[in-house]
């Protein structure tokens, strides 16, 4: 019934952009937190950024801050995610997880808070 599609991944350079896209179908984003989380190998999964439901409010982990951007479109039901200035440390799949209601202080980083996820899509740095 619910439904998230992530889009956007490529292989790019150090220091390039990618712009990547959450789909989301039946559901509005008027009700839901939308959160990015990624998994490199090996390490655990981790929250990147949230657009949460209905006052928009934005949070960002601390090693993205300052070059990753949240935003969302709700006529096309579709969350975005900027990245600029990458980094091979940034290699990982990304994927999005909708959480309904509003997120509060460190939960929107914690999985337990997210009832659907889409199938991700890989992002990788390199030279």
């Known amino acids: 019934q619910l439904e998230l599609v992530e889009s956007g991944g490529d292989l790019v350079q150090p220091g390039g952009s990618l712009r990547l896209s959450c789909s989301a179908s039946?559901?509005?984003?008027?009700?839901?937190?939308i959160g990015w989380f990624r998994q490199a190998p090996g390490k655990e999964r981790e929250g990147v950024s949230c657009i949460d439901s209905s006052d928009d409010n934005t949070y960002y982990a601390d090693s993205v801050k300052g070059r990753f951007t949240i935003s969302k479109n709700n006529a096309k039901n579709t969350v975005y995610l900027q990245m600029n200035n990458l980094k091979p440390e940034d290699t990982a799949v990304y994927y999005c997880?909708?959480?309904?209601?509003?997120?509060?202080?460190?939960?929107?980083?914690?999985?337990?808070?997210?009832?659907?996820w889409g199938q991700g899509t890989q992002v990788t740095v390199s030279s």
């Open positions: 039946g559901f509005t984003l008027d009700y839901y937190a």
């Open positions: 997880a909708a959480g309904w209601g509003l997120m509060y202080g460190n939960s929107w980083s914690r999985d337990r808070e997210y009832d659907y």
